[in-house]
């Protein structure tokens, strides 16, 4: 069964403090893993993907890693607009359904 | 603009009622899903489909059911079968049948049910 843990589950960063958000996974053959970002009341809104071992991709001051075995997403320099809550997903070789992380809880204070 | 729609934002049952959650998009896309999110829980999977007039369970299907008489439409009706039903919906599509692609989910903005 495909597992998908995310940690910490809550993380508070002043203003300009960087930090990683983690999310390890188990399944038996990746096929993608995904990175989404949800404010409060809201829908998941899409960030990166990355498909193998060594994929780095950015987007402002967010970096998304990959490992065979976990995800980082590492925050540079953040910004109190940049408080929501970091989701993980994970899609197998052979599926084509998403298993969801429980997030991690990011607020960034001015 | 292209996107999901979920209606209503916020919708209430009450006891032994049935209640169905709307999702309209227009992005054409084949697949579309519903999934269930609860305080400090990940998002679980309770419909989805693939193709039009064709659907599968997820993992918390019992008390749900759905419909895709068209590709742009997927309704969600909780049933009073579902006897937990506080939750926050969400659905959503992507682009292909992701048995076949590897696609990225586009969510609509949700609806909070609760029960009276």
């Known amino acids: 069964e495909d597992q998908v843990t995310q940690s910490p589950e809550a993380l508070r960063l002043q203003e300009g403090e960087s930090s990683s958000l983690n999310c390890s996974y188990t399944v038996s053959g990746l096929r993608g893993l995904f990175w989404y970002r949800q404010d409060p009341g809201k829908g998941p809104e899409f960030l990166f993907t990355l498909y193998s071992a060594g994929e780095e991709k950015e987007k402002e001051r967010l970096k998304a890693t990959l490992t065979k075995k976990e995800s980082f997403l590492h925050i540079t320099a953040p910004k109190p607009e940049d408080s929501a809550t970091y989701l993980c997903a994970v899609r197998e070789t052979s599926g084509s359904r998403l298993t969801f992380g429980e997030g991690t809880q990011l607020t960034v204070n001015p | 603009d292209g996107g999901i729609t979920q209606s209503p934002k916020y919708l209430f049952r009450k006891e032994g009622q049935n209640v169905t959650l709307s999702c309209e998009q227009n992005l054409n896309h084949d697949a579309m899903y519903w999934y269930r999110q609860d305080p400090g829980q990940g998002l679980r999977l309770i419909y989805y489909?693939?193709?039009?007039?064709?659907?599968q369970k997820g993992d918390i299907a019992e008390g749900y059911s759905v419909s895709r008489e068209k590709k742009e439409s997927f309704p969600l009706t909780v049933t009073s079968a579902q006897k937990n039903p506080t939750a926050f919906y969400l659905c959503a599509s992507s682009r292909g049948q992701t048995i076949l692609t590897n696609e990225k989910l586009f969510f609509g903005s949700g609806t909070q049910l609760s029960v009276l």
């Open positions: 489909s693939q193709i039009v007039n064709d659907f």
